[in-house]
C-alpha cells in the first residue's frame, strides 16, 4: 500500500544509508550506498511545482556516481526500513549540483547518523574550502516518488 504523504516524510526524515542508483554510458545501473539529507519542500530549493521536498547527497568528484551524472543527470534514490514493518521510497528524478553549503549539509548528515561528537568532528574535514574542490553537493529532486508500507 501507498504511504501516506506524512509517513513518507517521516521515513524520509530518518537518518537511513540509502542506496542511489545511476546509468553508465552502456547503459548499465551503478549503486551505491549513501547518505542523505532529505529536505521538505519549503527548504529544498527551486524544483519542479508540487515536488514534495528534495534530498540530498555528496560524493566525490572523481567518484563513478559523479561520472555517470555528468553524462545522465537523472538517478534513483532507494530509502527502506528493513525490519517489520516494512516501508519503502524510491524516488526517481534530475540531479543537479546544490549551491548549498558543502560543510553546513554534511555536518547535517553526520550529526544525524553519527551523533554530536563524531558528527562533528566528521564533517569538519569538509570546512576547508578545497574540500569543495574534491567534493559535490548534489540535489535529487523527485519527479516521481514510488513508495509502499506492509503492516503487520
Known amino acids: 500500500m501507498p504511504m501516506s504523504p506524512e509517513a513518507l516524510h517521516a521515513l524520509l526524515a530518518e537518518p537511513r544509508v540509502a542506496v542511489i542508483s545511476t546509468v553508465d554510458a552502456q547503459g548499465r545501473p551503478h549503486s551505491a550506498p549513501v547518505w542523505y539529507l532529505w529536505a521538505p519542500a519549503t527548504e529544498a530549493g527551486e524544483g519542479p511545482a508540487g515536488a514534495p521536498g528534495a534530498a540530498f547527497i555528496f560524493t566525490r568528484r572523481r567518484s563513478m556516481k559523479?561520472?555517470?551524472l555528468q553524462a545522465n543527470p537523472y538517478a534513483s534514490l532507494c530509502?527502506?526500513?528493513?525490519?517489520?514493518?516494512?516501508?519503502?521510497?524510491?524516488?526517481?528524478?534530475?540531479?543537479?549540483?546544490?549551491?548549498?553549503?558543502?560543510?553546513?549539509?554534511?555536518?547535517?548528515?553526520?550529526?544525524?547518523?553519527?551523533g554530536e561528537e563524531r558528527g562533528r568532528a566528521f564533517a569538519e574535514t569538509y570546512r576547508d574550502?578545497?574540500?569543495?574542490?574534491?567534493?559535490?553537493?548534489?540535489?535529487?529532486?523527485?519527479?516521481?516518488?514510488t513508495s509502499w508500507a506492509y503492516d503487520e
Not at 84 to 111: F, H, K, N, T, W
Not at 129 to 145: F, G, M, N, Q, W
Open 79 to 114: 530509502v527502506d526500513h528493513r525490519e517489520p514493518p516494512y516501508a519503502a521510497a524510491i524516488l526517481q528524478g534530475r540531479v543537479e549540483e546544490s549551491d548549498r553549503s558543502l560543510y553546513e549539509a554534511v555536518l547535517a548528515m553526520a550529526l544525524a547518523y553519527y
Open 66 to 68: 559523479w561520472q555517470h
Open 129 to 145: 574550502p578545497s574540500a569543495a574542490e574534491r567534493t559535490v553537493l548534489l540535489r535529487l529532486i523527485p519527479e516521481r516518488i
